[in-house]
T-cell receptor, first 114, second 114 residues
Framework: GESVGLHLPTLSVQEGDNSIINCAYSNSASDYFIWYKQESGKGPQFIID?????DKRQGQRVTVLLNKTVKHLSLQIAATQPGDSAVYFC?????????????FGTGTRLKVLA | DVKVTQSSRYLVKRTGEKVFLECVQDMDHENMFWYRQDPGLGLRLIYF???????EKGDIPEGYSVSREKKERFSLILESASTNQTSMYLC?????????????FGPGTRLLVL
């Protein structure tokens, strides 16, 4: 079936290093993708998005890369900080029955080591 | 900034009780959503609404109902709570414009049904 998944459930990164979180999606018709950050006990927080007509988008310390050929999405966090520790998950948007539907991944836990 | 608030952060209810979860957004968003989040399953859509008094079933509507009497408020109702409805409930809202349909989430309500 269709799914949005993450390659690694937990990622440990040294403070100051760059982090790369990956996401695979299976619906080639999806036209919009979002990365969310969810800290413990809080709701998901929007980080960055990208449309299917782009392959890269940069924000503040974050970059999202989209490879439609292999249906792969990644989130890169530069100079990872302790405050980046959280669960990160991706979401894809597709059209289903004439309306947009979001499919969410299960998440990767990022641990920043001091 | 978009602000989505949920009436309770934590709730403990007994089996068979009627439970109301309230969500309010202050950005005049047309779309509102209710999800539940369970470990290893990602976000699953319960119900959504694209307009006042309008509602659509999501992927797991059984055991739930919703109400959207005002644009800013979307309520989730558990008619008769059961233990398998113990979960984290997340409300989200978004603009109706196709290019700006990013969903913004509230802090979540953690519901425990005994």
């Amino acid at each position: 079936g269709e799914s949005v998944g993450l390659h690694l459930p937990t990622l440990s990164v040294q403070e100051g290093d760059n982090s790369i979180i990956n996401c695979a999606y299976s619906n080639s018709a999806s036209d919009y993708f979002i990365w969310y950050k969810q800290e413990s006990g809080k709701g998901p927080q929007f980080i960055i998005d990208i449309r299917s007509n782009m392959d890269k988008r940069q924000g503040q310390r974050v970059t999202v890369l989209l490879n439609k050929t292999v249906k792969h999405l990644s989130l890169q966090i530069a100079a990872t900080q302790p405050g980046d520790s959280a669960v990160y998950f991706c979401a894809e948007r597709k059209i289903q029955s004439g309306t947009y539907k979001y499919i969410f991944g299960t998440g990767t836990r990022l641990k920043v080591l001091a | 900034d978009v602000k989505v608030t949920q009436s309770s952060r934590y709730l403990v209810k007994r089996t068979g009780e009627k439970v109301f979860l309230e969500c309010v957004q202050d950005m005049d968003h047309e779309n509102m959503f209710w999800y539940r989040q369970d470990p290893g399953l990602g976000l699953r859509l319960i119900y959504f609404s694209y307009d006042v008094k309008m509602k659509e079933k999501g992927d797991i509507p059984e055991g739930y109902s919703v109400s959207r009497e005002k644009k800013e408020r979307f309520s989730l109702i558990l008619e008769s709570a059961s233990t398998n409805q113990t979960s984290m409930y997340l409300c989200a809202s978004s603009l109706a414009r196709r290019q700006k349909e990013t969903q913004y989430f509230g802090p979540g309500t953690r519901l425990l049904v005994l």
